[in-house]
């Protein structure tokens, strides 16, 4: 299953590191997609915990990528975000 997760608020919080230890564990392929412009502090996150593809969209709405990457869940903070995928793709955006 493709998992992604948004960074800030949410892989940056306790629950969102054990929700993504518990989806690695269950085999997921694991994507980070955040709104930022491209970020050292991502990027070096993701090398720490094994996580090949990151994206960045530079503060335009995730449903796009998630629709082009064919994302199954993924996790976010942000709610509007969280509508517009549940919305316009088949993902299941999940709001933590």
């Known amino acids: ?3 992604s997760f948004d960074y800030d608020d949410t892989l940056t919080t306790d629950k969102g590191k054990e929700l993504l230890r518990r ?3 269950q085999g997921d ?3 980070i997609i955040t709104a930022r412009r491209r970020s ?3 990027i070096d996150f993701a090398r ?7 994206y960045f969209t530079s503060g ?3 449903y796009q990528i998630i629709d ?8 976010d903070n942000n709610a509007e975000q969280i509508k ?3 919305e316009f793709t088949d993902c299941r955006g999940i709001l933590i």
Do not use: P, S
């Open 29 to 31: 392929e694991i994507f």
């Open 68 to 75: 082009e990457l064919d994302i199954d869940v993924h996790y």
């Open 1 to 3: 299953m493709k998992v």
């Open 60 to 62: 335009a709405d995730k």
């Open 40 to 42: 050292i502090e991502v």
């Open 48 to 54: 720490e915990n094994n996580i090949k593809n990151v």
């Open 23 to 25: 989806r690695q564990q």
């Open 84 to 86: 517009k995928i549940n």
